[in-house]
C-alpha cells in the first residue's frame, strides 16, 4: 500500500468535507446542542438548589443527565457517521468518478484506506472537540465536572469509528442509501442487544447473556458506549451501588460497574481493522 | 530506461481471445485486437457490442473471464503501466467541489506526475482542450461539453503512451468536435497511441488509421480504413465517349442511367481515368470517387446476420 497516495485520497476526503459545508453544519449543530445543554443544565441546578437539594444529590443528577444527553449524542454523531461514509465509496462508483481514478495506478485498497482515514480524523476531530465543549460548559453551569472526560471522549469517537467502519464496508457493495439505513439498523440492533444483555445479567438468563455477549464481540459499538459510560460515571455512583442490591442499576443502559476490559479495547481496534480488510476485499472484486 | 525502450517496440494493446462474462451475459465474446504506439485506433461497435467492456478490461477496471491482453508491454491491470496510459471515461464525472486545477492536480498526483512539472503540464493541457482562464472555477458550474474536455485534459497530462477515449465527443458541438479531432492529432504527434471508442464513424473515418469492429462481442472486420474502405467503384458521367477502350484502369461497364461505373481503380489513378477519356474526346460531367463509406461498411457488417456465425 502506497501511503503517500492513502494520504492524497484522505485529503480529498477532507477537502469535500469542507467545500461541501457539512462541516459548517456539524459545527452549527455542535453549537446550538452545546447551548442547549448549557442552558438545560443551568436551570436544573438553579432549581435544585433554590428547593435546597444537597450538593451531592444535584451532582449524582448532573451526572445522569450528562449520561443521557452523551447517549443522544452518540446516535445524533452514529447517525452522522453513517451517512458521511455510505456514500463514500458508493457514490462514487455511482457518479464514475471512480473510473477515472482507478484507471490511475491507485490500488483498490488505498482508495478505501484513504477515504476511512479521511471520515475517521474528521469524526474523531469533532467529537473531541463537541464533546469536550459540552463537558466543559457542563462543568461551567454545575461544577460537575466527570472523572475521565478524555477516556468517555476517547469512547465516543471509537464508537461514531466503529460505525462509519461499516457504512464504507457496506458502500463498497450497496448503494449509498442501503449502506447508511442497515448501518443505522445495525447500530440500533447493537445497543438493543447490550440492554437485553443488561436485563440478562439482572435476571440471571444465562442463555440471553450468552447471545447478547455474541453480539457485543460481533458489534463492538454498544460495548465501546459503556466505556463513555465509566468515564462519565462519578465515582460515588459506583459507590452508592456497590453498597446495595445493584441488580436493578445493571439493567439500565446508562450504567455500568467497571470499566470495558483491556481485551475488548485491543478486539475493537483489531475489529475495525478485520471490517476494512473485509471492504478492501469486497470493492477489489466489485465490477466496475 | 528498460521499461521506455519496452513502451516503443511493444505494441500499445495487443489482446486475444480476450472474454467477458457478467453472470449469465457474455458480454464480450472473443477480443483480438492490436493497436501499434502511436497510431489512432478506432474501435467502432453498436451499443452493447462490448467497446465498454473492452476498455474496462484494459484498464484493469474489471477482469477478464478468458483470454489474455497486454498494454505497452504488461500484462491487463498492472499498476505501474497506468502511469503511462491516460482515460476518458464514457460517463465523464469529476468532484463538482473541485476546482478544474484541483481535478487535474488530483490526477496528477494519483499518475505519479513529478510535482514541479504540475503546474505547466496542467496549464498546457487546459490551454490544449480550450480551458483557459477556467481552471480556477469549480467544476460544478460546468456544462456538459466542459466537463468533458476537463476530461480530456485530464486524459492527456503528462503525455501518457496510451490515450483511451471513450466516446470523447458525445457531450460537445460541431465546433467541439472539430476541437478533439485537433486534439488528438495533436496527443499523437507528440507520440501517444490513441484508441478512439465512438459512434461518430465520420470522426473516426477522419481521425484514425485503422480501426476495429466489434459485434456482439467479436471483432468482425480490423485494418487500415483504406484497405476496409477499398475495392470502391467510381462513376463518372460521360458524353462522346465512342468506342474508347479504357479496360486498362479496370472492370468497366455502363449501368444504363447514364453513368460509366469503374471497377477495381486505385484511387490515385482516377485522374489518369479522366485524362485518358478527355484525350479521347469524352466529355466528362461528374466523378464519383464512390469509395464506400465507413458508414456503409458498419452497417453492412453489423445487420449481415452471418457475420457473427
Not at chain 1, 35 to 62: D, K, M, P, S, Y
Not at chain 2, 254 to 273: C, I, M, N
Request: glycine share 10%; with cysteine.
Amino acid at each position: 500500500m502506497n501511503v503517500r497516495l492513502v494520504l492524497v485520497i484522505a485529503g480529498l476526503t477532507l477537502r469535500e468535507i469542507v467545500r461541501r459545508r457539512v462541516v459548517w453544519v456539524l459545527a452549527g449543530l455542535a453549537v446550538v446542542s452545546v447551548v442547549l445543554v448549557g442552558w438545560g443544565t443551568e436551570r436544573l441546578v438553579t432549581i435544585a438548589r433554590e428547593e435546597l437539594v444537597n450538593e451531592l444529590q444535584i451532582r449524582i443528577g448532573v451526572s445522569q443527565v450528562l449520561i443521557l444527553i452523551a447517549f443522544m449524542f452518540s446516535f445524533v454523531l452514529a447517525m452522522s457517521a453513517a451517512f458521511l461514509a455510505a456514500p463514500a465509496i458508493a457514490s462514487d462508483v455511482e457518479t464514475g468518478t471512480v473510473h477515472a481514478m482507478l484507471a490511475r495506478p491507485l490500488r483498490r485498497a488505498e482508495l478505501v484506506v484513504g477515504r476511512w482515514l479521511g471520515l475517521a480524523i474528521v469524526v474523531a476531530v469533532y467529537t473531541a472537540l463537541a464533546g469536550l465543549l459540552a463537558i466543559a460548559v457542563v462543568g461551567i453551569v454545575s461544577g460537575h465536572v466527570p472523572p475521565e472526560p478524555l477516556v468517555a471522549v476517547a469512547f465516543l469517537a471509537a464508537q461514531a469509528i466503529a460505525v462509519l467502519t461499516i457504512a464504507i464496508t457496506l458502500g463498497t457493495r450497496l448503494p449509498a442509501i442501503a449502506a447508511g439505513a442497515v448501518t443505522v439498523v445495525l447500530f440500533g440492533l447493537g445497543w438493543f442487544a447490550g440492554v437485553l444483555g443488561n436485563v440478562a445479567v439482572a435476571f440471571d438468563a444465562t442463555a440471553l447473556q450468552g447471545a447478547t455477549d455474541a453480539i457485543r464481540v460481533i458489534l463492538p459499538t454498544d460495548g465501546l458506549w459503556r466505556g463513555v459510560i465509566y468515564g462519565l460515571e462519578p465515582p460515588v455512583v459506583l459507590l452508592l451501588a456497590a453498597g446495595r442490591d445493584a441488580g436493578a442499576l445493571e439493567a439500565s443502559p446508562f450504567y455500568v460497574g467497571s470499566p470495558p476490559p483491556l481485551a475488548f479495547v485491543v478486539w475493537s481496534v483489531a475489529w475495525v481493522a478485520l471490517v476494512l480488510a473485509v471492504a478492501i476485499t469486497l470493492f477489489r472484486r466489485r465490477e466496475l | 530506461m528498460a521499461a521506455d525502450n519496452a513502451g516503443v517496440t511493444n505494441p500499445a494493446i495487443a489482446t486475444t481471445g480476450l472474454h467477458k462474462v457478467y453472470g449469465r451475459t457474455v458480454a464480450l465474446e472473443s477480443l483480438d485486437m492490436r493497436v501499434e504506439p502511436g497510431e489512432v485506433f478506432g474501435f467502432l461497435g453498436p451499443n452493447g457490442a462490448g467497446k465498454t467492456t473492452a476498455v474496462k478490461l484494459l484498464l484493469g477496471l474489471t477482469r477478464p473471464t478468458g483470454g489474455s491482453g497486454m498494454v505497452l508491454g504488461r500484462p491487463l491491470g498492472d499498476l505501474a503501466t497506468r502511469r503511462r496510459v491516460g482515460y476518458l471515461p464514457e460517463l465523464f464525472r469529476y468532484q463538482a467541489w473541485l476546482t478544474a486545477r484541483e481535478v487535474l492536480a488530483l490526477h496528477a498526483s494519483l499518475a505519479g506526475i513529478h510535482p514541479a512539472g504540475r503546474g505547466p503540464e496542467m496549464d498546457r493541457v487546459l490551454h490544449l482542450v480550450g480551458l483557459d482562464g477556467r481552471g480556477d472555477d469549480r467544476t460544478g458550474g460546468f456544462s456538459k461539453g466542459m466537463q468533458q474536455r476537463l476530461g480530456l485534459a485530464a486524459a492527456l497530462l503528462g503525455d501518457p503512451a496510451l490515450v483511451i477515449l471513450d466516446e470523447p465527443t458525445s457531450a460537445l458541438d460541431p465546433v467541439g468536435r472539430d476541437d478533439v479531432r485537433a486534439i488528438i492529432r495533436e496527443a499523437q504527434a507528440r507520440g501517444s497511441a490513441v484508441l478512439l471508442n465512438s459512434h461518430l464513424l465520420g470522426e473516426v473515418e477522419r481521425l484514425c488509421d485503422r480501426v476495429a469492429i466489434v459485434h456482439r462481442g467479436r471483432v468482425v472486420a480490423a485494418g487500415a480504413l483504406t484497405d476496409l474502405l477499398g475495392q470502391a467503384a467510381v462513376r463518372l458521367r460521360v458524353t462522346d465517349l465512342g468506342a474508347l477502350p479504357l479496360d486498362a484502369f479496370g472492370e468497366v461497364e455502363d449501368d444504363g442511367e447514364g453513368w460509366l461505373v469503374v471497377r477495381g481503380l486505385a484511387e490515385d489513378r482516377v485522374p489518369d481515368l479522366v485524362a485518358a477519356i478527355v484525350a479521347g474526346g469524352g466529355r466528362v460531367h461528374a466523378v464519383d470517387p464512390g469509395r464506400r463509406s465507413l458508414e456503409d461498411l458498419f452497417l453492412d457488417l453489423v445487420r449481415a446476420p452471418e457475420a457473427v456465425a
